[in-house]
């Protein structure tokens, strides 16, 4: 059995699904530890773990009797739980002592959040705002957000879905970088001594800065609208705009907008295009404002749009920042 599938066999226990089969191997487990005495705790600690352990029983002993602990003894239960507990974690501490948070907070009136799992997790903080942190991620917020704004502190992957507050701005700190925003929805990406920060956004506008440069009044800063994001390069302490690599319609779906064309000038298709992914496009050739599509370009993505409009006018697409230059490759329209 490998050490991932015995802390899910753990859990199972825990939460009082396990088979008499399984039982039986936590319990055999639970003997030979108490035997060997593995599993040493000073008292503080070991204090600080029971009271999990109670608030883990508590939970795991709610609903129908099926769904109980099926030990004999409750007290039992509770003494494996413990010694379980302390393993798992005892091993979690390790490992943090072991690989340091880039951002700290201080403890005291926080709250810390690690996603030691492989799927995401959804947390919805007091404000309502939802942020699904992906595996190996770490979230740190007070328990209560004060009065100027709303701060977080992340490691690792995050789509956040921001209430909107303008009263109250919402502030993410990433490493040496900073994210504000009022109410959005946009992803950031830091890993642990990777040399890159992302942040995509999804909705609305959000501000991107360095968290050295927020006392300066003229502070290098950069605005991201949907469909943009900016790398931040650890290394150079450069803010690098660009378009993320599939940009999505942001029009509301209760409002779509035809993509259907009928010899329509090529200026009045880009347009339109602009509408839905609210990306700046520009005509780089006098020679294509006279071109006309005939094109149904429903259901296709971005750049795959772009790249039938180019070859059907002898044109070529360039992404440059945030912004799409189109321009002639040959003598105009075909």
Same mark, same amino acid.
């Given at each position: 059995? =490998?050490? $991932?599938?015995?802390?899910?066999? !753990?859990? #199972? $226990?825990?939460?009082?699904?396990?088979?008499?089969? +399984? +039982? #039986? !191997?936590?319990l055999d487990w639970y003997q030979t530890m108490i035997t060997q005495n593995a599993v040493p705790v000073d008292a503080r600690e070991k204090e600080a773990i029971r009271q999990r352990v109670w608030q883990k029983l508590a939970g795991s002993t709610v609903g129908p009797p099926k769904h109980r602990l099926r030990t004999a003894s409750y007290a039992f239960a509770a003494g494996v739980a413990l010694l379980l507990l302390v393993v798992l974690w005892r091993k979690d501490d390790l490992t943090d002592r072991k690989a340091p948070l880039a951002t700290r907070v201080p403890a005291e009136g926080s709250i810390e959040i690690r996603n030691s =799992?492989? =799927?995401p997790q959804v947390i919805t903080l007091e404000d309502g705002t939802v942020i699904t942190l992906k595996p190996a991620g770490t979230l740190s917020y007070p328990s209560h957000f004060g009065q100027q704004n709303r701060t977080v502190y992340l490691k690792g992957d995050a789509f956040f879905r921001v209430k909107k507050d303008p009263a109250k701005p919402f502030i993410v700190h990433t490493g040496d970088l900073i994210t504000e925003v009022l109410g959005t929805s946009f992803t950031i990406k830091s890993h642990e001594g990777a040399k890159d920060i992302e942040v995509s956004v999804l909705t609305g506008r959000v501000s991107v800065y360095r968290a050295a440069d927020r006392a300066i009044r003229n502070r290098q800063e950069v605005i991201l609208k949907p469909n943009e994001q900016i790398t931040y390069t650890t290394h150079s302490n450069q803010l690098i705009p660009r378009l993320v690599e599939q940009p999505v319609e942001v029009t509301p779906r209760s409002q779509p907008i035809s993509l259907v064309f009928d010899a329509t000038p090529l200026p009045d298709v880009l347009a339109r295009l602009q509408m839905v992914y609210g990306i700046d496009i520009f005509l780089e050739s006098d020679a294509l404002n006279t071109c006309m599509l005939n094109a149904d370009l429903s259901d296709l993505t971005l750049f795959s749009q772009l790249e039938l409009i180019c070859k059907s006018m002898d044109a070529a697409y360039e992404v440059r920042g945030t912004s799409i230059f189109i321009k002639s490759q040959g003598n105009g329209c075909p």
């Open positions: 059995m =490998s050490q $991932y599938d015995f802390d899910e066999l !753990l859990q #199972k $226990y825990l939460a009082g699904t396990c088979d008499p089969v +399984e +039982e #039986k !191997l936590i =799992s492989r =799927s």
